[in-house]
T-cell receptor, first 113, second 110 residues
Framework: DTGVSQNPRHKITKRGQNVTFRCDPI?????LYWYRQTLGQGPEFLTY????????KSRLLSDRFSAERPKGSFSTLEIQRTEQGDSAMYLC???????????FGPGTRLLVL | DAKTTQPPSMDCAEGRAANLPCNHS???????VYWYRQIHSQGPQYIIH???NNETNEMASLIITEDRKSSTLILPHATLRDTAVYYC???????????FGKGTTLSVSS
């Protein structure tokens, strides 16, 4: 257990529905990252926050995806109008500013039917 | 990120040392080498990182060549629980995205 928690751990939804995932980072970590991992591939970067500011977004993050970290603590990742191609493991990681070591949560596995 | 090259798979007998190589010939002088692993259906787990000197912790040892163009992760006494995908990563800038390649799938058997 790294101290990074994610909820829910599993989510099954129908195409077109909206889903929201939550990540609680290690308490003193001010950087928070979201990654997506499809079957057989390594994790791919989506976006990251430093405190409440979203500093970088990948081109993978389409307009249907939005991430927030309103108080610089937990973060949410919302996917609107889900598509079957969104089926993946969504991973959250956190780190302390000035250090490169990212600690990952267990992930949320999404299945879109 | 500096490009890294790893063998796609390796086998190791339980109790033996597992030596996982990584090439990072384009690494810059101030870039660290990081190793993570991912056990099936879990999030990636940080193992170790280093800059120039060899490093050791409770999980593994990291040997970096003098020219820093390659490194080897050593699991001294592999167990079945070490079966995982191992990723060698060289982050370009502190605090930004980690770029995961395909890694090395290590299979430890009894």
């Amino acid at each position: 257990d790294t101290g990074v928690s994610q909820n829910p751990r599993h989510k099954i939804t129908k195409r077109g529905q909206n889903v929201t995932f939550r990540c609680d980072p290690i308490s003193e970590h001010n950087r928070l990252y979201w990654y997506r991992q499809t079957l057989g591939q390594g994790p791919e970067f989506l976006t990251y926050f430093q405190n409440e500011a979203q500093l970088e977004k990948s081109r993978l993050l389409s307009d249907r995806f939005s991430a927030e970290r309103p108080k610089g603590s937990f973060s949410t990742l919302e996917i609107q109008r889900t598509e079957q191609g969104d089926s993946a493991m969504y991973l959250c990681a956190s780190s302390l500013f000035g250090q490169e070591t990212q600690y990952f949560g267990p992930g949320t596995r999404l299945l879109v039917l | 990120d500096a490009k890294t090259t790893q063998p796609p798979s390796m086998d190791c007998a339980e109790g033996r040392a597992a030596n996982l190589p990584c090439n990072h010939s384009t690494i810059s002088g101030n870039e660290y080498v990081y190793w993570y692993r991912q056990i099936h259906s879990q999030g990636p787990q940080y193992i170790i990182h280093g800059l120039k000197n060899n490093e050791t912790n409770e999980m593994a040892s990291l040997i970096i060549t003098e020219d820093r163009k390659s490194s080897t992760l050593i699991l001294p006494h592999a167990t079945l629980r070490d079966t995982a995908v191992y990723y060698c990563i060289v982050p370009t800038q502190a605090g930004t995205a980690l770029i995961f390649g395909k890694g090395t799938t290590l299979s430890v058997s009894s």
